[in-house]
T-cell receptor
């Protein structure tokens, strides 16, 4: 069976631009998570969806970051007016139910020039 | 944000040796997970621990969930070159969020 997939694998953009990062979770997984990983650090939580709704968005750094999961499957992380400090690997994970083992995708490496 | 404590940052061992990694936290977690990450990849789940005091094995890997629920260790026995990578511990709280350590980079000399 397919694991979590993320597109694109790499994204280079200019400061001030808008970007969208996509995550396809494991089929049937109801919970979906976004994390951000900076160099030399562990992943840090951004937002978590249970079904279509954002159950916890407390990790989003500011209002330039937004995520949606309109049909309870694919999710898109949206970053407006990108800044150089947004450069990181954005990881998506999914789990069958909440509070369960989380399985990660390969990540999207975002570089803001 | 809060992170779990993993040290040292790097470990160097000889192929065939055993290695042990520890992870501690100031907070209690209900579930502990150990992940391995290779360059350019996402973390891959190795072992999940659900109960304080639990000892679980997965092939050459053994992990234990500390009695206080604030620590865990991972042992790798008879290391091989493909064990090279970054090992992360992660605590899963009641809020479904994973809190990660900074990771330990393992190097295996042939």
């Amino acid at each position: 069976g397919a694991g979590v997939s993320q597109t694109p694998s790499n994204k280079v953009t200019e400061k001030g631009k808008y970007v969208e990062l996509r995550c396809d979770p494991i089929s049937g997984h109801t919970a979906l998570y976004w994390y951000r990983q900076s160099l030399g650090q562990g992943p840090e939580f951004l937002i978590y969806f249970q079904g279509t709704g954002a159950a916890d968005d407390s990790g989003l750094p500011n209002d330039r970051f937004f995520a949606v999961r309109p049909e309870g499957s694919v999710s898109t992380l949206k970053i407006q007016r990108t800044e150089r400090g947004d450069s990181a690997v954005y990881l998506c994970a999914s789990s069958l139910i909440s509070n369960d083992e989380q399985f990660f995708g390969p990540g999207t490496r975002l570089t803001v020039l | 944000g809060q992170q779990l404590n993993q040290s040292p940052q790097s470990m160097f061992i000889q192929e065939g040796e055993d290695v042990s990694m520890n992870c501690t936290s100031s907070s209690i977690f209900n579930t502990w997970l150990w992940y391995k990450q290779d360059p350019g990849e996402g973390p891959v789940l190795l072992i999940a621990l659900y109960k304080a005091g639990e000892l679980t094995s997965n092939g050459r890997l053994t992990a234990q969930f500390g009695i206080t629920r604030k620590d865990s260790f991972l042992n790798i026995s008879a290391s091989i070159p493909s064990d090279v990578g970054i090992y992360f511990c992660a605590g899963l709280g009641a809020n479904s969020k994973l809190t990660f350590g900074k990771g330990i980079t393992l190097s295996v000399r042939p």
